[in-house]
């Protein structure tokens, strides 16, 4: 039996199952996914083997990472078949090739900043990629309330943003993304919105009414969509909350929310989500969805147990 996700114009078949794990392996969970340009899918995840490759049929490739990412949490492709891998655990961004080669390591390794201080990094949280100039953008982040901009060399240029829920404030600033123009797309998440700024970090507008935000991904189409992964009602446990989540949402660029995938409530039924955490859509459109239920939900359970954590939607039409 297919299962179906919905909403409006937009409908997806689950591809139950996808992505066929060596066997004794586990995700844990996945915190964050990426798709190169021959759509082959990164999976970023906090198990033994951090960077699992598949094809897009879920065909395991190759793993790298072991030994060298304290706590996954989000993945950045480049335009130079390059990958930009966030790990919140260690305070640090380093670019990879495909195989894991670190080619540049932005901040210290294992040394956060002071809590609050503004200064990179304290649990940096992603990246974005400015495809005007090619800089580097960091959300920074669980420890920080900022988001820093880098030159493509790696050299800082400037920072903003502040504690605070005034536009241009960060209450945990979790996510970030680009458009084609160059803007800055900010999941701001418990301040439960997404912020948009120019290249410069001057303020132009903010998406409300949103559960918080947590994974942002912009796709590549001539006109461009937003997904975003809302995470929903912050419940510490798996009941969850009525119109709060966690679910998938798509707007257009000025705001609009065209869709909700998934929004009935928390669960490991194919189509219903527990933490959405990171989103990746291919180039025939299908959407990767990684969450962190272990953390969000599994590891309270008892007994503790792993929990789904990875799907992969296949549009339909």
């Given at each position: 039996m297919v299962?179906t996700?919905s909403s409006g114009?937009y409908?997806?078949?689950?591809?139950?199952?996808?992505g066929?794990?060596p066997?004794?392996?586990?995700?844990k969970?996945?915190?964050a996914?990426g798709?190169?340009s021959?759509?082959?899918?990164?999976?970023f995840?906090?198990g033994?083997?951090p960077?699992?490759v598949f094809?897009?049929?879920g065909?395991f490739?190759?793993?790298?990472?072991?030994?060298?990412f304290?706590n996954?949490?989000?993945?950045?492709?480049?335009?130079?078949d390059?990958?930009?891998?966030?790990d919140?655990?260690?305070?640090?961004v380093r670019?990879?090739t495909?195989?894991?080669?670190?080619l540049?390591?932005?901040g210290?390794?294992g040394?956060?900043?002071?809590?609050?201080?503004?200064?990179?990094?304290?649990?940096c949280t992603?990246?974005?990629?400015?495809?005007?100039?090619?800089d580097?953008?960091?959300?920074?982040?669980?420890?920080n309330?900022?988001?820093?901009?880098?030159s493509?060399d790696?050299?800082l240029?400037?920072?903003?943003?502040?504690?605070?829920?005034?536009p241009?404030?960060?209450n945990?600033?979790?996510?970030?993304?680009?458009d084609?123009?160059?803007y800055?797309?900010v999941?701001?998440?418990?301040?439960?919105?997404?912020?948009?700024?120019?290249a410069?970090?001057k303020?132009e507008t903010?998406w409300v009414?949103?559960?918080?935000p947590c994974?942002l991904?912009?796709?590549?189409?001539?006109?461009q969509?937003?997904?975003?992964?809302e995470?929903?009602a912050a419940?510490p446990?798996?009941?969850?909350?009525?119109g709060?989540?966690?679910?998938?949402?798509?707007y257009t660029?000025?705001?609009?929310m065209?869709?909700?995938?998934?929004?009935?409530?928390?669960?490991e039924?194919?189509?219903?989500?527990?933490?959405?955490?990171?989103?990746?859509?291919?180039?025939?459109?299908?959407?990767y969805v990684?969450?962190v239920?272990?953390t969000?939900?599994?590891?309270r359970?008892?007994p503790?147990?792993?929990?789904?954590?990875?799907q992969?939607?296949?549009k339909?039409g």
């Amino acid at each position: 039996m297919v299962t179906t996700v919905s909403s409006g114009a937009y409908a997806f078949d689950v591809e139950a199952g996808w992505g066929k794990l060596p066997d004794g392996w586990s995700y844990k969970e996945v915190a964050a996914v990426g798709v190169d340009s021959k759509d082959r899918v990164y999976v970023f995840n906090r198990g033994q083997h951090p960077m699992m490759v598949f094809d897009r049929d879920g065909n395991f490739l190759s793993s790298w990472g072991e030994g060298v990412f304290v706590n996954a949490h989000g993945i950045t492709m480049g335009p130079d078949d390059t990958i930009y891998c966030t790990d919140d655990g260690d305070h640090t961004v380093r670019k990879c090739t495909l195989d894991g080669k670190v080619l540049l390591t932005l901040g210290t390794i294992g040394e956060p900043s002071p809590f609050h201080s503004g200064h990179p990094f304290n649990r940096c949280t992603h990246v974005a990629l400015s495809p005007v100039t090619n800089d580097i953008y960091v959300s920074d982040g669980y420890g920080n309330a900022r988001v820093h901009k880098y030159s493509p060399d790696g050299k800082l240029l400037f920072s903003w943003g502040e504690p605070g829920t005034d536009p241009g404030h960060f209450n945990i600033v979790h996510n970030i993304c680009t458009d084609k123009d160059g803007y800055v797309y900010v999941a701001d998440r418990e301040n439960h919105r997404v912020q948009v700024f120019d290249a410069n970090g001057k303020f132009e507008t903010q998406w409300v009414n949103m559960s918080r935000p947590c994974g942002l991904y912009i796709d590549n189409n001539p006109d461009q969509l937003c997904y975003i992964g809302e995470l929903g009602a912050a419940i510490p446990s798996n009941e969850g909350a009525p119109g709060l989540g966690p679910r998938v949402s798509i707007y257009t660029l000025d705001g609009k929310m065209i869709a909700r995938l998934g929004d009935t409530g928390p669960g490991e039924v194919p189509g219903q989500f527990i933490a959405p955490h990171v989103l990746a859509v291919d180039s025939r459109g299908d959407i990767y969805v990684g969450e962190v239920s272990w953390t969000h939900t599994g590891r309270r359970l008892d007994p503790p147990r792993e929990m789904k954590c990875f799907q992969k939607l296949v549009k339909k039409g």
